[in-house]
């Protein structure tokens, strides 16, 4: 969608639309156990999970977890959230190559 959204922001014409029903694909974070580094990674979800951390997402068009952030997005966890539907990964690894060649006929 960021890509959709930054293209029509420099005057291109497209568009994004969500889907009737799609999954919803997250970032997470977390600390690995015994990892080397456990304090810098601490800081580093520190630093992601505060408002600072937040805008550099929100300026990427990622929806924010902090309400004070404001994204370039127009989308709200509110908006997509009806649409949301669990990721059959099971699917998606039985149907990469199928779906990759079809969008490579398609768009390329």
Same mark, same amino acid.
């Given at each position: 969608?960021?890509?959709?959204?930054?293209?029509?922001? %420099?005057?291109? &014409?497209?568009?994004?639309?969500?889907?009737?029903? /799609?999954?919803?694909? @997250?970032?997470?974070? &977390? =600390?690995?156990?015994?990892?080397?580094?456990?304090?810098?990674?601490?800081?580093?979800?520190?630093?992601?999970? &505060?408002?600072?951390?937040?805008?550099? =997402?929100?300026?990427?068009?990622?929806?924010?977890?902090?309400?004070?952030?404001? &994204? %370039? /997005?127009? =989308? /709200?966890?509110?908006?997509?959230?009806?649409?949301? @539907?669990?990721?059959?990964?099971?699917?998606?690894?039985?149907?990469?190559?199928?779906?990759?060649?079809?969008? %490579?006929?398609?768009?390329?």
């Amino acid at each position: 969608d960021f890509m959709a959204y930054e293209q029509k922001a %420099k005057g291109e &014409s497209v568009d994004f639309v969500v889907p009737d029903k /799609t999954p919803i694909l @997250v970032n997470p974070a &977390s =600390l690995v156990k015994n990892g080397p580094n456990p304090k810098g990674g601490k800081k580093f979800i520190d630093f992601m999970l &505060s408002k600072e951390g937040q805008q550099i =997402l929100a300026n990427w068009y990622h929806i924010p977890l902090n309400p004070d952030v404001k &994204s %370039k /997005t127009p =989308l /709200t966890l509110e908006k997509v959230k009806p649409h949301a @539907v669990d990721l059959d990964i099971d699917w998606v690894n039985e149907n990469y190559d199928r779906i990759r060649n079809e969008w %490579k006929e398609k768009f390329q």
